[in-house]
């Protein structure tokens, strides 16, 4: 299993991107969406179902960033609007076959390497 993400860069605030991460090898149900700023502890962001689509999102991000999915290309996506300069950090999509609580990184078990996001002010 493997998790590619991609589309991470230079944004000013205010502006948006979108982030892609897509599953080669087997997929699980659930695959979420996890940050790591500098300095500080990888934190929770959005997470979908392969199936039925449901979504979670962390509470302070809800309204300006959007989760869906692509089940033809195996591919997940993260849109981000309206981006803030504590935006900032790297952004790493994950999954496993152990996720019943999302929002929970110790229940992931495969990890894509990351992709950078910086929001400049």
């Known amino acids: 299993v493997q998790l590619q993400a991609s589309g991470g860069g230079l944004v000013q605030a205010g502006g948006s991107l979108r982030l892609s991460c897509t599953a080669s090898?087997?997929?699980?149900?659930?695959m979420g969406w996890f940050r790591q700023a500098p300095g500080k502890e990888r934190e929770f962001v959005a997470a979908?179902?392969?199936?039925?689509?449901?979504?979670w999102y962390a509470d302070s991000l809800k309204g300006r960033f959007t989760i869906s999915r692509d089940n033809n290309k195996n591919t997940m996506y993260l849109e981000m609007n309206s981006l803030k300069p504590e935006d900032t950090a790297v952004y790493y999509c994950?999954?496993?076959?152990?996720?019943?609580?999302?929002?929970?990184?110790?229940?992931?078990?495969?990890w894509g390497q990351g992709t950078l996001v910086t929001v400049s002010s």
């Open positions: 994950a999954s496993g076959p152990r996720v019943a609580r999302p929002s929970l990184d110790g229940e992931y078990d495969y």
């Open positions: 090898g087997r997929t699980w149900n659930v």
């Open positions: 979908i179902t392969w199936g039925a689509g449901s979504t």
